[in-house]
């Protein structure tokens, strides 16, 4: 079945850079999801990139994608404060089932 | 519009009582997934719906959970009797086939907690 892996702890410092990093193994994958949970609070879809592109960007956050690898990244420019959470990749097989397999969340925690 | 709303947002209960957690998806979406996330094994996808209609039911732990969905406005997950290892925080999301891009917008969640 798919399986999507994250480490599961990243700390930066405020104003930093922060990369988070996903690989997934299903390559029929037709789009790639990031989503940010803080702390009592459900999971909130960021941004996603469709296999097709291998680069999105949304102010702050760039996705990166490379589908040889199956590796997806996460970058977050000029890391906030606010962006403390918990970051989980996903990603939506291919065909018309709505089934997206979520990765294991990696934890950002951002030093003042 | 209001988001998926889930009911309750906390429930703590004895072993071997009846639990049912609700959700309500955002209006027009046709899909519905009911999630269970815990430090030990993360987010675990438990079931989910199209049109009212269970698809996949194969993340269910046991018998003592059942999902229904009686119309497209609401949804409810019972377990039944529940044990202290059903301790978790369950998430409802819903997601709309049409814009293409599927992404799942999920409720607040429902922490249980089961003594």
């Known amino acids: 079945g798919e399986d999507v892996e994250q480490s599961l702890f990243l700390s930066v410092r405020e104003g930093d850079s922060s990369v988070i990093n996903c690989t997934y193994t299903?390559?029929?994958?037709?789009?790639l999801y990031w989503y940010k949970q803080e702390p009592g609070a459900g999971l909130q879809l960021l941004t996603y990139?469709?296999?097709?592109?291998d680069m999105k960007q949304d102010q702050r956050l760039t996705v990166l994608l490379n589908k040889k690898d199956k590796h997806l990244s996460l970058r977050i420019a000029d890391t906030q404060t606010g962006d403390s959470a918990i970051y989980f990749c996903?990603?939506?097989?291919?065909?018309?089932?709505?089934?997206?397999?979520f990765g294991t969340g990696t934890k950002l925690q951002v030093i003042p | 519009d209001a988001g998926v709303i889930q009911s309750p947002r906390h429930e703590v209960t004895e072993m071997g009582q009846e639990v049912t957690l609700r959700c309500k998806p955002i209006?027009?979406?046709?899909?519905l997934f009911w999630y269970r996330q815990t430090m030990m094994r993360g987010l675990e996808l438990l079931i989910y719906f199209n049109n009212n209609v269970p698809i996949d039911d194969s993340g269910m732990p046991e018998d003592r959970f059942s999902a229904k969905m009686p119309n497209a406005s609401f949804s409810t997950l019972k377990i039944q009797p529940s044990e202290p290892r059903d301790s978790a925080v369950y998430f409802c999301?819903?997601?709309?086939?049409?814009?293409?891009?599927?992404?799942?917008?999920f409720g607040p969640g429902t922490r249980l907690t089961v003594t």
């Open positions: 299903d390559s029929s994958s037709t789009y």
């Open positions: 996903a990603e939506k097989e291919a065909g018309g089932y709505q089934k997206v397999t």
């Open positions: 999301a819903s997601s709309a086939r049409a814009g293409g891009s599927y992404e799942q917008y």
């Open positions: 990139i469709f296999s097709n592109m």
């Open positions: 209006s027009g979406h046709d899909y």
